[in-house]
């Protein structure tokens, strides 16, 4: 199957993601002060994107296995991957926009703005891909769809680490 070994390595990468997403919790709640809100949404993205990225690289094997052709197998593992994303971008806006994450100082429209886009863009793309415009529903595209997931948990991830300074009485960001 085309991509077999981008999309291991996209695994093995999630899985060390969500790992540290374990070891962020671990440190933020050892500190005296809690989760802000904004915590609680970075660490939820991150977990969300870094497991629904092992999920969907694990899903294209999956359907080739039962059966599926090549073409049928990228359009519906495009199609998952697009609801998985319309999803998540609807639960993480409507929670961004809560007062208690908008009003704390940490919060950052912009980076919410470029991972917005990314998203946005990649929802685009896993879409043509879908209906077979540019793209013969094929793998590039949704590997790409794959990236966009592990470039926003990896934002969260950094930004998360500024939880951990604030913790333990150093500089945030």
Same mark, same amino acid.
């Given at each position: /199957?085309?991509?077999?070994?981008?999309?291991?390595?996209?695994?093995?990468?999630?899985?060390?993601?969500?790992?540290?997403?374990?070891?962020?919790?671990?440190?933020?709640?050892?500190?005296?002060?809690?989760?802000? $809100?904004?915590?609680?949404?970075?660490?939820?993205? /991150?977990?969300?994107?870094?497991?629904?990225?092992?999920?969907?690289?694990?899903?294209?094997? $999956?359907?080739?296995?039962?059966?599926?052709?090549?073409?049928?197998?990228?359009?519906?593992?495009?199609?998952?991957?697009?609801?998985?994303?319309?999803? #998540?971008?609807? +639960?993480?806006?409507?929670?961004? +926009?809560?007062?208690?994450? +908008?009003?704390?100082?940490?919060?950052?429209?912009?980076?919410?703005?470029?991972?917005?886009?990314? /998203?946005?863009?990649?929802?685009?793309?896993?879409?043509? #891909?879908?209906?077979?415009?540019?793209?013969?529903?094929?793998?590039?595209?949704?590997? $790409?769809?794959?990236?966009?997931?592990?470039? $926003?948990?990896?934002? /969260?991830?950094?930004?998360?680490?500024?939880?951990?300074? +604030?913790?333990?009485?150093?500089?945030?960001?």
């Amino acid at each position: /199957m085309e991509g077999q070994s981008a999309l291991e390595i996209v695994a093995e990468v999630s899985v060390a993601l969500a790992g540290f997403t374990g070891v962020v919790a671990a440190f933020g709640s050892r500190g005296g002060r809690g989760w802000t $809100a904004l915590d609680v949404l970075r660490f939820k993205m /991150m977990l969300g994107t870094s497991l629904g990225a092992l999920l969907f690289s694990l899903l294209p094997m $999956a359907l080739h296995h039962l059966g599926l052709t090549e073409s049928t197998t990228w359009a519906t593992s495009s199609a998952l991957l697009l609801l998985f994303l319309v999803g #998540n971008a609807v +639960r993480d806006v409507r929670f961004s +926009r809560t007062p208690e994450v +908008r009003d704390d100082p940490a919060f950052s429209p912009l980076l919410g703005q470029i991972v917005g886009a990314i /998203m946005i863009a990649t929802t685009v793309l896993l879409t043509l #891909n879908l209906i077979g415009v540019g793209y013969e529903r094929e793998f590039g595209p949704y590997l $790409a769809g794959l990236l966009a997931l592990l470039v $926003a948990s990896t934002i /969260m991830f950094v930004r998360l680490l500024s939880f951990i300074g +604030r913790e333990q009485g150093g500089a945030a960001e």
